[in-house]
């Protein structure tokens, strides 16, 4: 049983820092490509970023480019999202979600099997 759990969310002005992590239960954990979403009240689940199974490659959306960085322990089956320079367009509940997929580039939430219950972050202006 694959089950992701995000934590790490909270409450944060513009301009600060949050890191999110996301601990995948089950095996093989380095089998699955991980993505980060968000998805803000009112409004559809959106990419913020992926990692390939090993972490070596990443991409993210052109909005979170140079503030988020998503990375991967695979000793220890969890992936992170860095997130820095935070504005109050980032404020959404963020999850994580893993794939078993021969290509890593998952861009859409139905490419994903797996998902965690999500984190809220709240960025105030």
């Known amino acids: 049983q694959v089950q992701p759990v995000e934590s790490g969310g909270g409450l944060v002005q513009a301009g600060g820092s949050l890191r999110l992590s996301c601990v995948v239960s089950?095996?093989?954990?380095?089998?699955?490509?991980m993505g980060w979403f968000r998805q803000a009240p009112g409004k559809e689940r959106e990419f913020v970023a992926v990692a390939n199974w090993s972490g070596g490659d990443t991409r993210y959306v052109d909005s979170v480019k140079g503030r988020f960085a998503i990375s991967r322990d695979n000793a220890k089956n969890t992936v992170y999202l860095q997130m820095d320079s935070l504005k109050p367009e980032d404020t959404g509940v963020y999850y994580c979600?893993?794939?078993?997929?021969?290509?890593?580039?998952?861009?859409?939430?139905?490419?994903?099997?797996?998902w965690g219950q999500g984190t809220q972050v709240t960025v105030s202006s």
């Open positions: 979600a893993a794939a078993r997929s021969i290509s890593w580039l998952l861009f859409i939430p139905s490419q994903y099997t797996y």
């Open positions: 089950g095996r093989a954990f380095s089998d699955y490509v």
